[in-house]
């Protein structure tokens, strides 16, 4: 029973390009978040997504970040002109309804712009 | 104010104690509280779930959950060198929404040594 998976587990990007992050929820689960982890800082809430839906973004950067769950494949999380603050931990967790259920999380991605 | 607070620590308790973890929140509409441990450099990996008044108990864990105080803790017993990690508590339901938005605190450093 295969739990959340993240690829790539590490990603190091130069200023300015492009990062994109996968996530693939369990099985069984149609509802993904995505939360940031700044080094010494707690994890904060980004997107919640389900399947061809973002329901809230309000976590995320207005500018550069843009996240998607098709109705095949894996959620995205985009990055675009990375900047040096974007080095962080990205984790995905899914959850199997939107209501109270626990979420699991992915073992993340671990961002690094030079 | 934060909207999930935890001190800080590092806490540090000697093996086989009990270690305590406290845990306040700000929005008297949260429904769901969650204890996760993380290991540095890996993923939160959930303890416990709490979503009544009272104690639950799992194994050497009890979270113990006071909303008239808006209060949660977590409780180890027979602590492990294991057990060291930062314990994250998470609040679903903070700032009104009605799915699974959590809100983490930054974490308690817990040490437990022989």
């Known amino acids: 029973n295969a739990g959340v998976m993240q690829n790539p587990r590490h990603l190091v990007r130069r200023r300015g390009q492009e990062a994109r992050l996968r996530c693939s929820p369990m099985k069984g689960h149609s509802h993904v978040y995505w939360y940031r982890q700044l080094p010494e800082e707690g994890l904060k809430f980004m997107v919640y997504l389900q399947k061809e839906n973002i329901i809230d973004e309000s976590g995320m950067p207005k500018e550069r970040f843009s996240a998607e769950f098709p109705k095949e494949g894996p959620s995205i999380l985009r990055i675009q002109q990375v900047v040096r603050g974007d080095s962080a931990a990205y984790f995905c967790?899914?959850?199997?309804?939107?209501?109270?259920?626990?979420?699991?999380f992915g073992p993340g991605t671990r961002l690094t712009v030079l | 104010q934060k909207e999930v607070e935890q001190n800080s620590g590092p806490l540090s308790v000697p093996e086989g104690a009990i270690a305590s973890l406290n845990c306040t929140y700000s929005d008297r509409g949260s429904q769901s509280f969650f204890w996760y441990r993380q290991y540095s450099g890996k993923s939160p990996e959930l303890i416990m779930f709490i979503y009544s008044n009272g104690d639950k108990e799992d194994g050497r864990f009890t979270a113990q959950l006071n909303k008239a105080s808006q209060y949660v803790s977590l409780l180890i017993r027979d602590s492990q060198p294991s057990d060291s990690a930062t314990y994250l508590c998470?609040?679903?339901?903070?700032?009104?929404?009605?799915?699974?938005?959590?809100?983490f605190g930054q974490g308690t450093i817990l040490t437990v040594h022989p």
């Open positions: 998470a609040v679903n339901n903070a700032g009104g929404t009605s799915y699974g938005k959590l809100t």
């Open positions: 967790a899914s959850s199997r309804s939107e209501s109270t259920d626990t979420q699991y």
